[in-house]
């Protein structure tokens, strides 16, 4: 389309471009309604095949009706690729969150994330990128109702904040986590357009978007690598369900269905099933990379030196392998490092094809068939039984933590006797099955069943809230994309697990990324300043020489922190608070220690207020949820009601993770927050 402004009613002729566009996607799914494979298709498998493609298709199709179908435009001063010849018309194109093409194959929404559309979000005054004009969107309710135009090459224009972009970041928060596809910064882009051969960590405090920047990744790689990962398959990790319900449908808006959401306890949950928990000391040991050292040694002592020649009878000849060349076999085996499974399962081979060698110096002239036939034999089959025999990598984990003496003669030199003993089980079971496994439990029995057999990759995996892993979960993760590659997302500062990392240099090597690239975020846009300001208080404490999250939005009048005379009052304070903010629009979090939750719920009820746990999502008619400072982290709301600040710093093991708990809670708000507290404020709020 020319570059050219019409001479009509700008909002007017948007709105229509609008309906014609939406019109054209209906076509376009209408048109994959109607194909017709029943005379395409060679049998019933082929058809089931294309049919879930064709289904699929109809799905990404849809045209979400409260979900604009394009936020923006370009007017490019050139035809994009050609030559700049003076006085050529540029061309048009509208930025959306899908393609969108006409009956005659021409584009009337371009996706976000084709390379034409990228100078929406990089373009600027001093780096045009031959974009002459760029205008953004306002919608209400699905409805076009407002535009902004930047003149980049205009030099009488000056720069300004755009009033829509800073509307859409503040809009009222209800339902799941919305994508921000259409307030993409530039340092945010660089980071989604990230090359999938490389892995990313993006370092960034509340409110810079990290977890949506690592969706949109997603959604990009998806886009540029279609094929590639179609075959090996996308993953994101989240620390708990609530969240990934939370984030789960910003993918699909963005018409992405094919990605797989799970915690790191869903990822080794196949195992065993986890009915107990640790006390935290243990945890931190269970969850040390040592324990896969510990683990290697246990499995690797299964390998006995053979005692006995291996004699294999076929007809009437009898061949005979030494037992010091089986040892041999084995000692190469073990040198190798193979996975334990792969090694258990070359061995027979290797003493068959010893038996071959002594068949053709006899001058026989046996081939492949017999040495298969070979390594079948029972002779064969009994000596790897006693010399590399079959391990069961539960029962494995179960013996090392019940079995002091089998745990210290593996663990010798790696863990000291104390931790030895914090380890073992209490009350010892009998059986996997009987065990009460704990959750770091089940990441040593996913260790040790990696060390039998190569656990399957995927060819790219995000990882948010990474800053809460173990070494050991790490590793999980790390064996789930050891051929593909990783965004890691998280903050330093919210690490509330008492193995939470030290640095990402740590966690890069133990999820084995070394190369990865770290980016790090700084500017805030959901965190009014004041409230940010606040909560950086916190960080010399929690993480000395972090960098404080600047926000870009002044808000005044978001923060108040209102101190209750008894404690007796601080439940009636709590819920009139959170009567005040529901006169405003958008969602309520009540955020408390997991010790006052119980009080809180009968307060509320009392009050007549409904409320919601986390992960239900919020509508219109019910938009206070009541959360626990556990399940906090990730989550947002318009106005957040954080009650008694101690309570949440002591319900912690320590005084740090107390302050990283408190961090988390008192940034959740996007446009106000209240904090009502009876005992002492800690310290460093000062």
């Given amino acids: 389309m020319p570059a050219h402004e019409d001479s009509s009613n700008p909002l007017v002729r948007e709105r229509a471009h609008l309906a014609a566009s939406r019109a054209a996607l209906r076509a376009m799914r209408e048109d994959v309604q109607a194909l017709d494979i029943r005379d395409v298709t060679a049998n019933w498998v082929n058809a089931a095949v294309l049919q879930a493609q064709i289904d699929d298709r109809i799905k990404a199709l849809a045209d979400l009706s409260h979900t604009p179908l394009f936020f923006g435009r370009l007017d490019y001063l050139h035809v994009v690729g050609a030559e700049k010849a003076e006085g050529t018309e540029g061309e048009r194109f509208y930025i959306g969150r899908r393609h969108v093409h006409d009956a005659h194959g021409d584009p009337m929404v371009i996706d976000w994330r084709a390379p034409v559309s990228q100078p929406f979000y990089q373009a600027s005054r001093n780096n045009p990128l031959d974009v002459d004009h760029r205008r953004r969107f306002g919608y209400t309710g699905g409805e076009l109702t407002a535009y902004e135009d930047e003149h980049l090459t205009d030099p009488a224009e000056t720069e300004q904040t755009s009033k829509l972009l800073q509307a859409e970041i503040e809009r009222p928060r209800v339902g799941p986590m919305r994508d921000i596809v259409a307030t993409i910064q530039p340092e945010q882009d660089e980071i989604v357009r990230s090359d999938l051969g490389g892995t ?33 398959g996308t993953l994101v990790v989240g620390p708990n369900r609530s969240f990934l319900h939370y984030i789960e449908q910003v993918l699909p808006a963005l018409g992405e269905l094919e990605v797989q959401q799970a915690t790191v306890e869903d990822l080794v949950a196949a195992r065993v099933e986890v009915r107990s928990t640790d006390e935290a000391a243990a945890a931190v040991i269970k ?23 291996v004699v294999v009878v076929r007809g009437s000849r009898r061949w005979r392998v030494p037992a010091y060349e089986v040892e041999e076999m084995a000692g190469e085996l073990l040198a190798r490092d193979m996975r334990y499974g792969a090694a258990h399962e070359a061995l027979p081979q290797r003493i068959a094809h010893a038996v071959l060698v002594r068949m053709e110096e006899a001058g026989e002239a046996p081939d492949d068939r017999v040495q298969n036939a070979v390594a079948r034999n029972p002779a064969v089959k009994a000596a790897v039984k006693a010399v590399w025999p079959a391990v069961e990598p539960a029962k494995l984990v179960l013996r090392l933590l019940t079995d002091a003496e089998f745990l210290a003669a593996h663990a010798e030199g790696i863990l000291t006797g104390d931790e030895q003993k914090r380890i073992l089980m209490a009350r010892p079971a009998r059986s996997v099955k009987s065990a009460k496994w704990t959750a770091a439990d089940a990441v040593l029995i996913d260790e040790a069943t990696d060390l039998v057999a190569r656990t399957h990759s995927l060819g790219h995996v995000v990882i948010d809230e990474a800053q809460d892993l173990s070494p050991m979960q790490y590793r999980a993760v790390g064996r789930r994309c050891s051929t593909g590659s990783a965004t890691v997302l998280g903050d330093l500062a919210q690490g509330t697990t008492p193995w939470s990392t030290g640095s990402w240099e740590q966690a890069l090597f133990h999820l084995g990324k070394t190369d990865a690239v770290v980016e790090e975020l700084t500017a805030g846009f959901r965190v009014p300043r004041e409230v940010i300001a606040y909560a950086s208080r916190l960080l010399p404490s929690i ?76 509508t219109a008619a019910s938009r206070l949820t009541l959360v626990p400072t556990s399940l906090a982290k990730g989550l947002e709301y318009d106005y957040v009601v954080l009650d008694e600040p101690a309570a949440v710093v002591d319900g912690e093991p320590d005084e740090r993770t107390g302050l990283r708990r408190l961090y988390v809670a008192l940034t959740r708000a996007v446009s106000g927050l209240v904090v009502l507290h009876a005992a002492p404020l800690p310290e460093q709020l000062g």
């Fill in 287 to 309: 969850g040390d990379a040592r324990m896969a050292e510990v683990l290697r040694r246990a499995i690797r002592s299964h390998v006995t030196p053979p005692t006995e020649p």
């Fill in 200 to 232: 990313v960590c993006v370092q960034g405090g509340p409110g810079t978007g990290k977890t949506a920047v690592g969706l949109h990744r997603v959604a990009y790689l998806l886009y540029a690598h279609r094929e590639r990962l179609a075959r090996t």
């Fill in 543 to 618: 993480s000395p020489g972090l960098a404080p999250v600047e926000s870009v939005r002044e808000t005044p009048g978001s923060l108040a922190v209102r101190e209750v005379t008894t404690a007796g009052e601080l439940d009636t304070a709590v819920v009139a608070a959170c009567g005040e903010s529901l006169r405003h629009e958008g969602s309520i979090g009540l955020i408390a220690a997991d010790a006052r939750i119980p009080a809180l719920a009968a307060a509320l009820e009392a009050a007549g207020h409904a409320y919601l746990s986390p992960g239900e999502e919020t």
